[in-house]
Each structure stands twice: as C-alpha cells, then as structure tokens.
C-alpha cells in the first residue's frame, strides 16, 4: 500500500518531494539514449518506486515522506517549482542541439534551413498558424471569422528586463542543481556536477553562489574544499538559511553545514553513507538520515552529531511525528524489518529509541514496505489468505480495517489523499489490470463509498503507479480525471469531490475564431492530467492556489484522449468554459498571483522569446528574454507569493558554459493595484452557485489593467448554502441508482446493528446517505438525510465467527496467538461468551466489548486443536469452530537408512527431526530412480532394491512455509560381510564427536587396513560411529570391475575376512593420530567367522551365529529397559545410520547435546527387529551431506 503519484497530485507530489531537499532536479533527454534517466548524486542513491506491486503506496507531501538524493526527475524544457523550491537541471550530451528528442506524430518540425535562422536569431517574427500580425494584418492562408472569440496574439517583439550570467570553467559539467532562497532574500546556490556514465559515478563539482538575484555569481570551491566533490545540496524546509551538502561517498562521507545562505561552511566527517534526509515539518535542526546500509540515524544538531534510531529500516517508510495526532514532537515513525525478512511497525522518540522505550502500535507483522504516516491517518497492509488487508488508524488511535464494498476485492490500493479529514484511495479491484475505481472515506477512514470507476492508470519512469486524477488548486472539491468507458479515455470533472462527474465542455472556436462543432456527449474536451517528469511528454497541466479560476492544460478535442494533435487550453471560469491558446505544446509559468501567465514554447531548437499574458490567456504579447537564442534546460520561478523574477537555465551550445538568464517582470507592470482594479467573480458549476454548500465569490484583477497584485487576498466572501440532495453522498453499503436514490447493495443488510449495541442503548441508524465531508451546507435537507440515533433492540446472537487476528490458521507454539470472535448481530453487553482453546483450558467473557483487542492464548504443545466459541444471551445462542494447527520450527531433518543393504531386501527409511514434535508435516520421498517423487504424511516408508549398486534416496520435509531436506546414498550387494571394529581408550580423548572427524578417522582407519592386510582398497569400507567409547564398522564388499568381470565369489569375501580379523587380533593394525599418540585397531568380536553370511545356503555354524545374535537381541532388549538403573551401560541398537540419529552439534564433549536419541523413539518390538537387522545386514552411509541440515550426518566414503 502507498501513495501514488495521482495525475492530479503532481503537483502536490512535486512539492512534497521538492520540500524535504529543498530542490528540484531537472535533466536534459538524450543523456541515456533519450530515456528519463537523470543518474542519482551517488550510487545506490536513486529513489526508490512510489509504489509496490500490488502494494499500498502513496503520494509524498512535505514533511511525510524522506527526501531522497534523487527526489524528483524533471525534464527541460520547462519546469516550475512554485514557493520556495530549487531546480536541478541535466545537459545533454553527444554532438548538435543538447535538447534535441525524438519528435513525436503529429508535431510539426522545422526544415533544417529554419533551424539555421533560429539559431541565428532570425524568423523570430514568425507568428503562430491562424493569428493576427501586428496592424490587425490576416497572415495568409487563415480566415479570421470571429475576432472577439480568437486568441489574439501581438507580434510586436517586446524586450524583457535581462542579464546573462555564465558558469565559467564548468561547460563539461552535466548536472546541476539550484536553490533560490526567496523570502525577501537575493541568494541563489548552483551546484554543478560532471557526472560521468561510464564510471557511474561523480568526478568533479562546482558551488556557485549569488547574492544578488542571480544576476552575478561567485565560485565557492575554496571555501568547500578544491578537492571536495559535492554530490548533493539539502535545504532546511523550516529556515532556508541553513544549507547542508554532501561529498561524494566514493571519495568520502562528510556533511558541510552553513548557517549564513551559504557565505561559510563547516565540515564534519560521517560514518555511515547518508541515501535520504527526512526534515522535520516544524523544528528546524531535526534530521533523520537513512543509510545505506538501512540503518536510520537523528540529529537534533542540524547533522553535527548523530544517534543510530534502528537498524533494518525498509527505505522511505520512515516519518516525523504529525502535530495534533503525536503528542511528542520527536516521535519517529517506522518500518523495520527483522532477520527473518517479516516488517513491522515501530514508533519511539528520536533520542531515546532503545528496545525498551519502542512501542508496536500494530500488532504482530505487517506486508514489506506498507506503512504510511499521513496527516492524522497510519495505514498498514496485512495480506492473509492470498488477499491484501488494508487497516487505518486515526489519529493514533487503535487500528480498524478499512472497509470497501464487500465484493470489491482489491488487489492494489493507493492513497492519494488524506486532505480536510477524509482519505481519497485508488483501489484496482480483482477484475481491472489498466484503470483503478476511486473511493472516499468517511472521517475515520473506514467505511469508503464509491466516487468514480475505472480511472485510467499508467506506470512512471520509476516503475511507479500513476493515476490520471488531478485535484485543482484552489478550489475545495474539485477534480479532474480520465475514465476509460468501451476502451476510450474521456476527462470529467467534479466540483463536490466525486459526488457527481460530467465531461468537459469543448471550447466554442478554435484558435483562429473558427466555430467547434462538438456535441455532448459523443464529443468533448479530453486533457492530458500527468505533471510530466518529462516536459517533452504530453501531460501538462497546472493550477494555483492563488489563482483559484485558471486551469492551464494540454489536450485535444473529439470522442476520447489522443497523444496526437495536442494543443493548449486554459479555463478562467474553474473549468466551466475553456479557451485554445496554442496549437503545439507550451510550459506555462503564474506570475503575479496568476495575474500574469508566461508561456515557453515546448522545442528542441534555441530560443529566445516567451509569450505574456494579463487577460487570463484570451490574448498574448511576444517579449524577448535573451539577445541569443538559448537551448532551455529549466526555468525557476522566485519563490514567495509575488514570482515576479525568474531565471532561465540553458547553454549556447552543447560545448557552452551554463548560461543563467535572469528575467525581471517588474517592468511590465505600470504600478501596484488598487481596489478599483478589481471585480467580483462567483465560483459556480455550470451556472449552480452552491459548490460544497457555500456561494464563493472571487476578486479579480480586471483584464485590461496592468498593474501589479501583490499578496494574495482570496475569497470576497462565502456564504453557506441550504443543503439540497446533492450535498450527500451514498453512504456505505448502499448504492446509487438511475433515479438519484441511495439503495441498499445486494450483499449489505441494513439492519445490521453495530458490535457496540446493546439493548437499553441507541445507536446511528444510517438513512443510506452521508454528507459530503467539509461541505458547508445548513438547514435543507440536512435532517432528513442525517442518521437518527435508534434505541437498539434485543437480538439473538447471529453470525457468529472465531478467527486469529493475522487471518491464519496456524500459531506457533510457546507463542502468543491472537484470537478474534466476531459477531454480525446479538447484544454484545448482555451476552455470555464461553472460548474452549481445546488443550484443557476455557475462559468465559460476560460481554463481547471486553474482547475488543483479542483473546491471547498461548499453546505448550503442537498438534491441530479445535477451537470453540458459544454465545449466549436471553433470546438465543450461536456457536463457531476453528481448527488451530501449532506448530514449532522445523530446525534438523536427518534420513536413517542402511549404509549397505542386499538386492530384493525391504529397506526402511526414516526422516529424523529436530524437534522431533513440530506440527502437521508433509513428507516427499525420491529413491532410485523413480522420476515421481513419493508423497506421504508419515515419517518412514519402506522400499527395496532390485539390482546391485549406488542408489540416492532424497526426503524433503514440509512444515508451514519451512522446507528442509536430506539426501543419502546407499549401497545394493547381493552379499557382503561386517565387523564391528574398536580402538584403544586414548583415542576418545581426541573425538570431539563430529561428522567431520569421524570421516577423516575413517580414511585413515582404511588406509591402514589396506597397509597392513594388502587387501585391494575397493574391498573394504569404514564408517566410524558417533558417540563414545569410540566404534567403527567394517564392510567387506563384493567389488567388481567396470567390464562386470573377476567378481569376487562368497569364498573370496570369507577370505577376506579371516585376514582381516587375523591382522586385527594381532594387533597390526593401527595409525598415528599426532605425534606421540598412536593408536591401535582391534576387532570387537574374536572369531574368524563373518558376521554376516547371507549365501543362499546357510551352513550349520551360519543358522548357530544368527540364533546367537537373536540372544543378543533379547539380551539388549532386556538392558535397554533397564538401561537407566544400570550404571556404565551404552546401548546401542543399530549400526551406523541408527545411531547417528543422535542430533550432534559439532562441539566439545561439554556441549549439550539432545537428550532424545532416535533409538528412544521407536518401540521396544520395533527396536528388537532393527537390532536385529542391523547385526545381519550392518549399514554404511556412502554420501550423507545435506545442505538444508546445520549438521552434516556422519559418513564415510571409503
């Protein structure tokens, strides 16, 4: 979830972005193959999207969201920061015009002989198509039918008060940014960047300063370092006085600090790599500072000294505190992540974040990079179930979830706005991919109601959402956006916040005075509603709090929005009527108030002249702001509330220093206004005076005087109007049908009470409308359409439903679970409410009220319980069930089987855990070479083997979102013979007991063997066992050649065998372990007879063996039950894989190791079966490595 970049929150957005660094930046097309690409100040520093995917984002604004390095990417020709904004501008490179693009269709280009005389400074006279020259002269080719109703445009050349001033020393710089205090102040900041694309990196920077309104400049670099590379100027928001830059942190990290404009600076070294600054919105020497290691860091020094806040803050979901929500001004606001990926929502105050001091005012975890702080509002997203959740918080108070029409089901939803106490969303519902509905809260935030549907959408340069919405500056409720209907974009407007929409009135001629035949509703006036990050883009659009009547747009008319034959429109009535002004594209720049607008002709050619005009656009005078054409990179308007100087940025050349053109209106104007220069204007909607229940009547500067505005006086008066129908909006769960009226929709029943209802009480019975939010009408209708207090009958519980507050059906035990009984009807204060968490333990409740925050419980065991609920109250019951899986992190998986079995033997394989008791699991089993993995619920399966061989037997085990897993080898003989193996005492003080040691000793065990027997190595396997006294088995294998030829017989195994014991009871066998520690290898059984005879024909003393070790069996049967009474006795009941079962960690003997070994899992009887197989058959583990285990089971591959 986040705020968008809405059409109609451009310019707001741009602000908001502006605001926190205190500049604007601006780069020149081309420079990445003519893509938007400014490159960030240093690496890693580039902002981030404004929203995710299927996330919740949002709109910036001041003061709510970080300034980044990067915050806005602006491409020239033009582009405004109104107020006390900065611009940053990027020249283009490579050879001819550094702003040439690609034109786009339907724009009219210049022959090459044109751009000569452009160049040159000639046919600047030439007027727009259809205009008038000076004399009142028709230029040939157009009919001026209707002169009252054309634009007229003077061509006589009027000279702007001008000086140039150029960067000397800087023509290779690429980059640069402004900042114009304003303020009844004259200074100026450049800071120039050659940034170099193929290093990817900044190689040289320039600080230029003026005191003078930029009329001259000074270079700085003495006084900032000769060696210092800038990368970045901030600009307190609260105190434009104070100035911050930032070095480049490829060469190093530090912060220059001035307090004087800019005059002096101090330097201070950092330790961490700044990415973002986030100002405070009111005290002025509070900073946060996001790393870009994601660590968040304060100041209260204005960035002398900081103080780590958190560590794994999720970027750009940080916030200050909201004045009127937050009662603690240094309160911080954040995301963090934790080690295992989850975010949640932190606030503490900024000095004094320790774990102890931060509160989790949402609890349990929320979706990455989902938090939003805005005005009095908090919004997170919690996604269960597949489905995104949205819940709000106003101001601070607790959590509710945010209420949509039931059938919505969105996929995405934006904030747009949170304005005059009401939440404006853009929400994609589960059957839109391109367009988004509109939405409007109440003041809570909670229960929205449809305002519009399908809105058109796009993607920015960023990858962020863009929602084709425009909120008009100046005029409370007012909207302008574009609808996609039968695969058409029309624009619409509203004037009572989304209450009612109509399209937009063509203009009744064109630019030559030429009637528009254009009839409602087939054809209509369509605007293009982006603020582009790229000028050269169509999307142009603007509106000034201080011009309330003047809208300013690119468009076109006819059945839909084009991209093609786009001209200019301005409306001077609040968008009621609307004029051409232009036929090819144009920037427009409010001066004065609005008293003045200036137009810049969109070209990648030099210019030299702009268009004035003082009527509200109906006619336009040429000025020259420059003696030599100039290619325009960016202009920056003076901030304040007058504008009346403005600095054109641009080059010569593309080898030309940077050229800064100061322009001066003051000239044009004859002297201030007075009050006779004025006249009153009604604010109205197609003739209706009543806008948001108030008549609003405007003072404006009569079109023929010239004198100069001033500050800003706004409205005349405002008087309230009697409320009427459309004063109200449907309210949630109901509908607006085809005759006006708000009827309940098909899945709301109306006679839902609240939870909080009880019998004695009243409630607010809705009449199906709510009026609009701050609209200011009286009297009316307004009782009728209010929500009555209702006394709230008695009713039997209904709908009753028990639920865990993250929406899963799982809780993991030893943990909090957080449990939600939910009911539809019934009265809540008189009810019984009885919850059995099915482990043995109940609770009861006398009223549902009580349970508002949830029922906490916590679990000691795993396994699925059966959760029940009954409610009972005086007029009936109603009972849920929940079934509730805990379980507890899966840690170890470890796969026992047989190191060595024989062909057609049924093998058992079991999957070990650590800890054993973790929940419901699921179990995929891959052995030989079965393509089909085998799935099951148990732990164990049994299979057998048809052919000799290697065969690798794989369990992956599946517990909640966890899945680990363990491969073996295993190897398939029809025969072969084993013998238990000892060693003497010295060695144990030596095992540390670890996988890793026991295969090394096991390599060594062999080598040995073979020196000391001359038995071929392929014929002898060691496998060294876990625990102490220290223990090997030895195998003897039927090895045969690749060719399948000179196998061993069972002969050759038995003779084998007899050497090999006979070496070992002669004590010839044994290896040196380090220096002076030599240790000796003994066979722990003294017979020359095989352990195991597996040949088809059992000899006599072969059937007397297998009875012993059946005795044996019982015998240890026998001590394994009485194991714990008899002192000293080590049991072991399998061979190799059984006993490694034991999860081990590879420490000393001091380190505790689990108490449970796998042999105490199993049953007695099944323990005697495996002991005895084991004695038969023996085991080895030929590969055991696993890497989703910690530890990596014993084997030897010998």
Known sequence: ?????????????????????????????????????????????????????????????????????????????????????????????????????????????????????????????RSPRGVLRDGGQQEPGTLERDPDKATRFRMEELRLTSTTFALTGDSAHNQAMVHWSGHNSSVILILTKLYDYNLGSITESSLWRSTDYGTTYEKLNDKVGLKTILSYLYVCPTNKRKIMLLTDPEIESSLLISSDEGATYQKYRLNFYIQSLLFHPKQEDWILAYSQDQKLYSSAEFGRRWQLIQEGVVPNRFYWSVMGSNKEPDLVHLEARTVDGHSHYLTCRMQNCTEANRNQPFPGYIDPDSLIVQDHYVFVQLTSGGRPHYYVSYRRNAFAQMKLPKYALPKDMHVISTDENQVFAAVQEWNQNDTYNLYISDTRGVYFTLALENVQSSRGPEGNIMIDLYEVAGIKGMFLAN????????????????????????????????????????????????????PYTSGIIASKDTAPSIIVASGNIGSELSDTDISMFVSSDAGNTWRQIFEEEHSVLYLDQGGVLVAMKHTSLPIRHLWLSFDEGRSWSKYSFTSIPLFVDGVLGEPGEETLIMTVF???????????????????????????????????????????????????????????????????????????????????????????QCLPAFWFNPSS?????????????????????????????????????????????????????????????????????????????????????????????????????????????????????????????????LYLHVTCPLEHVHLSLPFVTTKNKEVNATAVLWPSQVGTLTYVWWYGNNTEPLITLEGSISFRFTSEGMNTITVQVSAGNAILQDTKTIAVYEEFRSLRLSFSPNLDDYNPDIPEWRRDIGRVIKKSLVEATGVPGQHILVAVLPGLPTTAELFVLPYQDPAGENKRSTDDLEQISELLIHTLNQNSVHFELKPGVRVLVHAAHLTAAPLVDLTPTHSGSAMLMLLSVVFVGLAVFVIYKFKRKIPGINVYAQMQNEKEQEMISPVSHSESRPSVPQTELRRPGQLIDEKVESQLIGSISIVAENQSTKEIPTYVNV
């Open 1 to 125: 979830m986040g705020k968008v970049g809405a059409g109609g929150g451009s310019q707001a957005r741009l602000s908001a972005l502006l605001a926190g660094a205190g500049l604007l930046v601006l780069c020149a097309p081309g420079v990445c193959g003519g893509g938007s690409c400014c490159p960030p100040p240093h690496p890693s520093s580039a902002p981030r999207s404004a929203s995710t995917p299927r996330g919740f984002s949002h709109q910036g604004r001041p003061g709510r969201a970080p300034a980044t390095p990067l915050p806005l990417v602006v491409r020239p020709l033009f582009s405004v920061a109104p107020g006390d904004r900065a611009l940053s501008l990027e020249r283009a490179r490579g050879t001819g015009a550094s702003m040439a693009v690609a034109a786009r269709s339907g724009r009219r280009r210049r022959s090459g002989a044109d751009q000569e005389k452009a160049e040159r400074g000639e046919g600047a006279s």
């Open 483 to 534: 609808k996609k209907i039968d695969n058409q974009v029309k624009t619409f407007i509203t004037y009572n916040k989304g209450r009612d929409w109509r399209l937009l009135q063509a203009p009744d001629t064109d630019l030559r005075g030429d009637p528009v035949h254009c009839l409602l509703p087939y054809c209509s006036l369509h605007l293009h509603l982006k603020v582009s990050e790229n």
């Open 650 to 740: 641009g080059h010569f050349s593309h080898r030309s220093e940077w050229q800064l053109v100061k322009v001066d209106y003051k000239s044009i104007f004859d002297r201030r206004c007075a009050e006779e220069d004025y006249r009153p204007w009604q604010l109205h909607s197609q003739g209706e005076a009543c806008i948001m229940g108030a008549k609003r009547i405007y003072k404006k500067r009569k079109s023929e005087r010239k004198c100069m505005q001033g500050k800003y006086a706004g409205a005349m008066e405002s008087e309230p109007c009697v409320c009427t129908e459309a004063d109200f909006d449907c309210d949630y769960g109901y509908e607006r049908h085809s005759n006006g």
């Open 753 to 881: 009470l609240s939870k909080d209802c009880s019998l004695g009480q009243s409630y607010l019975n809705s009449t199906g409308y709510r009026k609009v939010v701050s609209n200011n009408c009286t009297d009316g209708v307004r009782e009728q359409y209010t929500a009555k207090p209702q006394k709230c009958p008695g009713k039997a519980p209904r709908g009753l439903r028990i639920v865990t507050a993250d929406g899963k059906l799982t809780a993991e035990q030893g943990h909090n679970v957080t449990l939600m009984v939910q009911l539809e009807e019934g009265d809540v204060q008189r009810t019984l409410i009885q919850v059995d968490f099915g482990d043995g333990i109940a609770v009861s409740y006398v009223n549902l009220s009580s349970m508002e925050d949830g029922i906490k419980h916590v679990y000691q065991n795993v396994g699925i319980f059966r959760v029940t609920v009954q409610v009972d109250n005086s007029l009936g019951s109603d009972s849920a069930v």
